[in-house]
């Protein structure tokens, strides 16, 4: 399980902060200026301070840790 505040999480928030314009039904107007908590201190499951934003990455996380889930059941093949 990958933990909050690792190399692989920051690597999906970027991921998630440079893709998010195309994800359908995520509802974010300004992703400039939607900015993580003071001094990154991610409390029970808040990432970003704008609640729509907040909403779509938890969304976008937990599809990544369902993919990684079926990468490691060799259902789904996943290329680094």
């Known amino acids: ?7 692989e999480f920051y ?8 893709n998010a314009r195309t994800i359908d039904g ?11 908590p003071p001094g990154e201190s991610f409390i029970a499951g808040w990432y970003y301070n704008n ?3 907040n909403a779509a990455f938890n ?3 937990r599809g ?3 993919a990684k889930c079926l990468a490691r059941l060799h259902a ?3 290329h680094e």
Do not use: W
């Open 64 to 66: 990544y840790q369902h």
């Open 76 to 78: 789904l093949p996943l």
């Open 11 to 18: 690597e999906v928030m970027e991921s998630f902060e440079s």
């Open 59 to 61: 969304a976008y996380l």
């Open 26 to 36: 995520a509802y974010i107007y300004d992703l400039e200026r939607c900015e993580r």
């Open 51 to 53: 609640g729509n934003t």
């Open 1 to 7: 399980m990958m933990k909050t505040g690792s190399k």
